[in-house]
């Protein structure tokens, strides 16, 4: 499973910051696609580093576990 957990956990760690970002500005009062279009940069911005750096984490702690 080479690509396997950079699918799962790319993905995962972009939508989290992106909702999470979203779910800010949507409470700060800020309506409008403007707020869901800057929430999926900043998502994508991190979370694509952070889950680089889960799946390293993984294999790196446990190397036998595919």
């Known amino acids: 499973m ?13 939508m989290c910051i ?7 500005f949507l409470a700060a009062g800020w309506i409008g696609w403007q707020p869901f279009a800057l929430a999926a940069v900043i ?8 889950g680089l750096w889960n799946t390293y984490k993984v294999r790196r702690d446990d190397p036998g576990w595919n």
């Open 18 to 24: 992106a909702g999470a970002v979203l779910t800010a």
């Open 43 to 50: 998502g994508l911005l991190l979370g694509v580093p952070g």
């Open 2 to 14: 080479k690509y396997g957990w950079r699918l799962l956990f790319i993905p995962l760690w972009a």
